[in-house]
């Protein structure tokens, strides 16, 4: 049997520090029948296209600056293979991370998406100790129809899913008016249409350092993303009013929770009768 072709679509942007690393972690990868799709967004001067060339598999694609979104966007438009892995340039995959995940996509027809944990690493690469992912006991509930128990909770973490082309659809892509926390919002909608299995235990390494350019740093920028969320949901045209209402009910929820995290002198006060209510109407006026 032909194993199925795979994309590492990995964008960059003005950080040449840890890009050969990131697509070394592919090269290492135990499953071979990988393309490498490096997106240039539009950075200042032509590190990435030099440190392409180090690799026989490596494909080089410059764009104007666009943002994530749009440089994820970009690759999956590209990409030839059935199946699509997202590698930020500061992240690493673990050596067997694509075998692994491909065996299931092969094995469960109906399953869309395999995501992990992640193990942190730090700005040397060197592990924390510390592991990004489900808490042994809700293990259960990141796979399958998830969309109910992850919507305003818990989202893939972004260098862990490997997902079917099939996927991406034109009301079923990155938002690229979100320059920050893309990923929440595309993996919310997918999570929506489409059913998931989760692996325990770290198949990626996730970077953690101190940089105020890191957009993961910047929560601020993720208050009033759930407004957007809801206008994607809309989009996919779901016919159904109430389950509408109920992802209003639980973006709205998200979204005073998330404020009033980060700005306590002004938190948006607003009452359960409201929340249940008028959910459109407050995620619209409040954010």
Same mark, same amino acid.
């Given at each position: ?182 990923? /929440?919002?595309?993996?919310?909608? *997918?999570?929506?249409?489409? $059913?998931?299995?989760? !692996?325990?235990? =770290?198949?990626?390494? @996730? ?15 993720? /208050?009033?993303?759930?407004?957007? *969320?809801?206008?994607?949901? $809309?989009?996919?045209? !779901?016919?159904? =009013?109430?389950?509408? @209402? ?42």
């Amino acid at each position: 049997m032909i194993s199925p072709l795979v994309s590492a679509i990995i964008p960059t942007y003005n950080r040449k520090e840890y890009l050969g690393k990131a697509i070394q972690s592919v090269v290492d990868q135990s499953y071979e029948h990988i393309e490498i799709i490096v997106i240039d967004d539009g950075s200042y001067n032509n590190y990435a296209e030099s440190i392409c060339a180090q690799f026989s598999n490596c494909n080089y694609f410059y764009k104007e600056n666009g943002g994530l979104s749009s440089a994820r966007n970009y690759g999956v438009n590209l990409a030839k293979g059935e199946y699509i892995g997202f590698l930020d340039d500061d992240d690493l995959w673990e050596s067997s991370k694509i075998e692994k995940q491909v065996k299931v996509l092969l094995e469960n027809p109906s399953i869309d998406c395999v995501h992990s944990s992640a193990a942190v690493v730090d700005k040397n690469g060197s592990p924390t100790g510390d592991i990004i992912g489900a808490t042994q006991n809700k293990v259960h509930k990141r796979s399958g129809y998830v969309f109910w128990n992850a919507l305003g909770t818990w989202v893939v973490k972004s260098p862990t899913p490997l997902v079917r082309k099939k996927v991406f659809q034109p009301d079923l892509l990155f938002d690229e008016t979100i320059k920050v926390g893309e990923d /929440v919002d595309f993996y919310q909608r *997918m999570f929506y249409r489409h $059913k998931v299995c989760y !692996i325990n235990e =770290p198949l990626a390494f @996730y970077r953690e350092y101190n940089n105020k350019e890191r957009l993961s740093v910047q929560r601020e920028k993720y /208050v009033g993303i759930e407004k957007k *969320m809801y206008a994607n949901f $809309k989009r996919m045209k !779901i016919k159904n =009013p109430f389950i509408l @209402y109920l992802i209003a009910v639980k973006l709205l929820e998200k979204a005073i929770k998330k404020n009033n995290s980060l700005y306590f002198v002004e938190k948006k006060t607003i009452s359960r009768i409201n929340i249940y209510f008028r959910p459109r109407y407050f995620l619209n006026r409040y954010f």
